[in-house]
């Protein structure tokens, strides 16, 4: 790969990794809404799994309009490893700023409602997780914003390492003579 490329694979992940980190936070605000509607947290759920999808759709809008129609398989797994990279950090920098001065406790108070349901409460004496779930709970509390964007941006990354590979191999295409 030639200097030149690299800087357009870059400016194209970085454009659609901006995108991604658009889709996931709508995602991420449908999951806390969906805290209490059910229907938005379906939604939440669903975008999660369309993620892989909009990834590739985004890497065939590369391969067909910035390289010609033709991708090889490396440089369409940096594609999307460097958009769920670029995405992950947008993320982060957006769930740190909701869980620093806007969250004020509402999902852990809001997990702590659901656990505290009658029906909650039953399964978790039959499984006999109550302390599991009464520790994790705490645990949850005493998370610092930081913390959790660092880990759901761990996680990003790493989704981009693995889920880099099936897309890079769907999507790319050879040069027919």
Known sequence: ????????????????????????????????IGLTNQLVGLLSMLMVVASPFFVATRLKKFRDEG????????????????????????????????????DNGYL????????????AKMMLEHYGAQSLVDEGLAEMAATRPIDYALNILTINISLGFILGVPIGLIMQRRKID
């Open 108 to 119: 852990v108070n809001s997990l702590v409602r659901m656990m505290s349901t009658d029906e």
């Open 67 to 102: 390289r010609e129609g033709v991708i090889s398989f490396g440089r369409s797994y940096a594609y999307t490893i460097f958009v769920f990279f670029y995405g992950a950090v947008l993320l982060a920098v957006a769930q740190y700023l909701y869980f620093a001065y806007m």
């Open 1 to 32: 790969m030639t200097a030149p490329e690299y800087i357009q694979l870059k400016a194209y992940a970085r454009q659609d990794g901006f995108f991604l980190a658009l889709f996931w936070i709508v995602c991420f605000i449908s999951y806390i």
